[in-house]
């Protein structure tokens, strides 16, 4: 299994990574060598087996719907990079 | 002779019959991590002014005959990715150097209300991602045993302060074996608990169906002691059990006679280290001469394990580290003007904007490059096209593995084999090969994908000085038994009692 | 800018050469307390950043919890639309970045949707369409996102981020291609609506954002001259921020005659261009292309580990069905067979509102005569609120009062000539029935008195009875003129057939 740099830009934008082109190569070469190992998978006969997506069999977790404390607003934007006290900041999300 | 080679236990006993006051352990403990920790560096924050604090209102509390909790006036260090309000929170992380977050962890409020004293924030591999603590963007840690080898991971900042007496207890996270495995490698004792035993509310995700926090300590007494005070179902976490917590106390005291322990052959004699073997099977024998009925068993599946993890966990990991955007908290790389952008970097600016050139260039900055390597891997076995071939395989693969153990357990009450195939190794000795470092996790990963409990104490002492790990594993909620055998082997051995040569 | 179209569409009414393919969903807000997997409130207009917590805001380390409220809803509104419900659903993370979604990921649902299979059915007496089946795809919950302010000049300055709608829980209602019209479109969103509202799920206050509608739509045309016809698909276009069902049926035709016309132009069909998406404009009329992100559509689903599976039995069904409230579809046709109201009227009625039918059933109830209420109902009172600006929450008579004073008419205690006047006094001054009639001195005059004072007339005035007796009837007038004089409470018809009678009596 190789996976190409052409590839491994695809998913960067795809994760909202950056990767400088000396990355990109040693990205590439990573993902091939650990994709490769788990290529093993497929020679295992899985027909008929159920997926398991979680390690503990739980049903129908509920809370009833009664209002609790929310965060005050301070507290809410005490880390965020940028704020006005009111809202968050970020970039222009349209930015053409 | 400081106050800190008493055991949890003992210290307990101490400040409950009041020979000590909470005042003295704390100082005892912050003086030991001043001194002793800086050419370790397990504590990334040290609560100084807060833990004293809060240990004179234990001493308060209790010289005014009010009740205080059961853990009154013991440190506990936190691994760095469980929320604390009133401390840093970083998962050893660019991204949340700056975090605190405004609220409590489930077992961080449990911790407060049984007045335990929570002492500071242990070093880690970033977002819990490793399995040497090499990959903390913050600090390095080295194993008290041998400082040019790790200390494991990514609890190990956790174990290397357990290891060197800093604190009498520890909460450790694992999620493929980073309780287990950095327990091993720094010869104490760490427990990684039933998924659903103990609620994930505040712990920083990983891979969210795969953590689980436990306690790390240096006896399975304390650790039971330990997993009493923060088990227990909680209704913030959907995944949490609503299973009744037993008296690990209790429990350990009974005789292990009789229990019947699958002895797992395939991975005993695979490719691990001689002298872990010998170690290992020399346990067997201790376990044997104690009444425990020894027979081999086989996880036919369990050789998938690695493969099978080394998709769930990036797939769960590259979702939820998303989060991770510059937005809303944590770190937002600069946003340089036109004039200092690089001619690429202006194109790149003109095709995506400037909300996406924000993005990527916080969450190149933020993370580091394991992190980065696995949120790939998981974004890349997710995108179109692949989810069947990866993620859908792995979850059949995972079932399989979890019915290996279904089946086991119906013969035997615990699984014995060794936690590492090796010991500690020496820094930078796998970190250029991931899948070298991947490898090392494949008798911890089975127990995380089948959601079960797993035990890691020390069995041995290489020649080189180095601590070895005999892994226990059991059904569900089985902490009882795990803890039970551990602790009549700790009876009748003094590995768990050995410490790291002084420099 | 996009310049307005240039060409008028075809006129209603005109055949068009294509037929319009449309399929609708909907974003609805369920009514509950609190958000979808946090205890956050809901509460519309809050200051920004007022109504988060750890989950909402995606915090490291926090988990979501399902709201039990949320759940019930979504299954009452399944069954309401006829959807199954399977018995195994799930939560999926849906991955994409945007400031407004603060974990990276919406929880949706996404193979194993919460009901599936449903349909609405049209059925418009008021004739706007034609009686169909809308089938519907699937109903599924998710979270909401927050809400970015952006600023007027774009890429200048920062974008502004309020995360209190963030978590709040939304139904996504998707429908089959299966409307042919804007017209459809815009009845298959009032029954929608309207039987959202009946079931008390939604408020679907479109101002506050509670409900929201994206359409699908492109043209089948046919060509050539061989049967069978060859259709040619146009590309489907996807059309979002329509704030109005106005705007939905504007936008629907604005965009059936663009698309036609870039059909006539370019010859591009389905598959040969990806799906768009398109912006409506609501000033200016037109829809506009929408930004394409090239990676959009690849959101990696996957099961959200930090959330289980949800189970329902068929008991558990049944018991839910067993609470669901009336339909309006079942209360228009119990309208037309238990109170004799024409399906004309009763469309009128149950499109008001459940509290406007249940206003109507009260009045009804109250008389014993259905048509008469409706009559009264449907003109009297949805006049008066619309002149008064009122909502029937708010309309000044009970219903009780309005059936008593249709009770009184017909029991002659009220002279139908004055009923209109005693509603307009209780509605102005907001008096009960009886203040009302003593305050106009209106009191029942009983058949004895009237005839009493009829041969008083007649024996005062012989030429008015010579007048009728020659047969000019219309001289009666006269008389019932000088007998309301003297008893404001006669009515007038029954006064004049008591005259009659005497006369033709003392003929006989
Ligand atoms: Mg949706
Ligand atoms: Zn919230």
């Known amino acids: ?96 | 002779m400081s106050l800190l080679d008493h055991s949890a236990l003992e210290l307990l006993a101490l400040l409950q019959s009041n020979q000590v006051r909470a005042e003295q352990v704390v100082t005892e403990s912050l003086s030991r991590i001043e001194q002793l920790d800086p050419p370790i560096g397990s504590f990334l924050h040290v609560n100084h002014d807060g833990a004293l604090a809060a240990a004179r209102d234990v001493d308060r509390r209790r010289h005014l005959g009010q009740p205080v909790g059961a853990l009154a006036g013991l440190p506990v260090a936190l691994k760095d990715l469980i929320c604390t309000i009133d401390q840093p929170t970083t998962c050893a992380s660019r991204m949340l150097a700056n975090f605190r977050p405004p609220y409590d962890a489930t077992v961080v409020a449990r911790l407060r209300a049984a007045d335990a004293i929570l002492i500071g924030k242990t070093n880690l591999d970033e977002f819990a991602m490793g399995s040497s603590t090499e990959s903390s963007a913050l600090q390095r840690t080295r194993n008290p045993w041998n400082r040019d080898h790790v200390p494991g991971g990514s609890s190990g900042g956790s174990a290397a302060c357990i290891a060197s007496d800093l604190v009498p207890l520890a909460l450790g996270t694992d999620t493929g074996g980073s309780i287990r495995q950095p327990a091993a490698f720094c010869g104490i004792t760490g427990l990684k608990p039933t998924y659903g035993r103990v609620s994930r509310y505040g712990l920083i995700a990983f891979a969210s169906s795969l953590d689980q926090i436990g306690p790390m300590c240096r006896s399975a007494a304390d650790a039971a002691l330990l997993l009493q005070a923060t088990a227990g179902h909680d209704r913030h976490d959907s995944t949490s059990a609503d299973v009744e917590v037993p008296d690990y106390l209790k429990a350990i005291a009974q005789p292990i006679s009789g229990l019947r322990i699958g002895i797992l052959r395939q991975q005993l004699d695979s490719d691990v280290d001689p002298e872990i073997h010998r170690a290992v099977t020399e346990a067997t024998y201790v376990l044997k001469s104690l009444g425990a009925l020894c027979q081999d068993i086989d996880l036919p599946h369990s050789q998938y394990g690695v493969a099978t993890y080394y998709v769930i966990a990036p797939c769960e990991a590259s979702s939820n580290l998303a989060r991770y955007d510059g937005v809303h908290y944590g770190f937002r790389a600069t946003q340089l003007t036109a004039a200092e952008l690089t001619a690429s970097e202006s194109a790149d600016l003109e095709s995506e904007g400037p909300l996406v050139r924000m993005y990527r260039r916080t969450r190149e900055t933020g993370f580091g490059a394991e992190v980065k390597r696995r949120i790939m891997l998981g974004t890349y076995a997710l995108s179109a096209g692949y989810y069947d071939a990866y993620y859908l395989k792995a979850q059949r693969v995972r079932r399989l593995i979890r019915q290996d153990f279904d089946r086991a357990y119906q013969q035997v009450d615990a699984l014995l084999g060794p936690v590492t195939p090796t010991p500690a190794f020496r820094f930078g000795e796998k970190s250029q090969d991931p899948l070298s470092m991947y490898l090392g996790d494949l008798f911890t990963v089975s127990a995380n994908l089948a959601g079960l409990p797993g035990l890691s104490i020390p069995c041995g002492i290489t020649v080189q000085g180095l601590p070895i790990g005999l892994h226990l594993q059991g059904p569900s909620f089985a902490e009882p038994t795990l803890l039970r055998l551990a602790h009549a082997f700790q009876q009748a051995t003094d590995w768990h009692a050995r410490r790291p040569p002084t420099s | 800018m996009t310049p307005p179209p240039t060409s008028t569409p075809p006129p209603v009414g005109a055949v068009r050469p294509y037929t319009v393919i449309v399929g609708l969903e909907v974003h609805v807000q369920l009514a509950t307390h609190t958000k979808l997997f946090c205890r956050c409130p809901v509460k519309f207009g809050a200051p920004p950043n007022t109504q988060t917590c750890p989950v909402c805001i995606g915090l490291p380390g926090a988990l979501p919890v399902l709201n039990e409220t949320a759940y019930y809803l979504s299954v009452v509104t399944a069954l309401a639309l006829n959807c199954e419900i399977p018995a195994y659903t799930k939560w999926d993370r849906k991955n994409y970045y945007y400031p407004d979604l603060p974990k990276g990921y919406q929880i949706s649902q996404f193979d194993l949707p919460m009901s599936c299979n449903g349909w609405l059915d049209l059925s418009d007496a008021q004739g706007r369409c034609s009686n169909r089946r809308i089938r519907i795809i699937r109903a599924h919950l998710e979270e909401d996102a927050g809400k970015s302010m952006h600023d007027e000049i774009a890429g200048r300055a920062d974008t502004r981020i309020d995360l209190n709608r963030t978590g709040t829980p939304l139904l996504e209602i998707v429908s089959q291609p299966d409307l042919r019209s804007s017209a459809e479109a815009k009845a298959y969103l009032t029954e929608l609506k309207l039987l959202l509202t009946y079931l008390g799920v939604s408020d679907c206050n479109m101002q506050e954002g509670s409900l929201r509608v994206d359409a699908n739509v492109n043209l089948h045309i046919p060509v050539g001259s061989g049967t069978p016809e060859e259709i040619i698909e146009t590309p489907i276009v996807e059309i979002k921020n329509m704030n109005s069902f106005r705007a939905v049926e504007r936008a629907l035709d604005f965009e059936v005659d663009r698309q036609y016309r870039e059909w006539q132009a370019t010859g591009k069909q389905k598959g040969e261009m990806p799906k768009q998406t398109r912006g409506w404009d609501d000033i200016h009329e037109v829809t506009k292309p929408q930004r394409s992100k090239e990676e959009s559509s690849d959101y990696r689903y996957f099961p959200d580990p930090d959330l289980v599976p949800v189970t329902t039995t068929t008991d558990q069904l049944e018991a839910i069905r067993s609470t669901l409230k009336e339909l309006p579809a079942a209360l228009r046709l119990r309208l037309i067979t238990d109170y004799g109201v024409t399906p004309y009227d009763a469309d009128v009625i149950v499109n008001q509102g459940r509290t406007l039918a249940d206003y109507f059933l009260a009045v009804a109830d109250q008389c014993g005569d259905g048509k008469q209420a409706c009559n009264w109902v449907t003109q009297e009172v949805l006049r008066s609120m619309k002149e008064g600006n009122l909502t029937i929450e708010s309309f000044p008579i009970p219903s009780l009062e309005l059936g008593r004073l249709i009770q009184s008419v017909q029991a002659g205690k009220l002279p139908r000539s004055r009923a209109k006047e005693v509603f307009g006094v209780m509605l102005e001054q907001i008096l009960d029935l009886d203040t009302t009639l003593s305050r106009l001195g209106i009191q029942a005059v009983d058949s004895g008195a009237l005839t009493d004072l009829g041969r008083e007339l007649l024996a005062a005035n012989p030429k008015v009875v010579a007048d009728v007796q020659a047969g000019k009837e219309q001289a009666i007038g006269a008389l019932v003129g000088q007998a309301k004089k003297s008893n404001p409470n006669v009515d007038p018809g029954v006064m004049r057939q008591i005259l009659l009678d005497l006369i033709r009596q003392s003929a006989g």
């Open chain 1, 1 to 96: 299994m190789k996976i190409e740099p052409a590839d491994v830009s695809k998913v960067a934008l795809l994760a909202r990574l950056d990767l400088s082109a000396e990355e990109m190569q040693a990205m590439a070469a990573h993902l091939s060598g650990i994709v490769g190992y788990v290529q093993q998978l497929q020679e295992i006969d899985t027909s008929g087996v159920e997926p398991m997506a979680h390690a503990i069999e739980l049903r129908n977790v509920m809370a009833k719907d009664v209002v609790a404390a929310s965060l005050s607003r301070d507290a809410a934007l005490s880390n965020a990079p940028r704020h006005d006290g009111e809202y968050y900041l970020v970039p222009a999300v349209l930015g053409e």
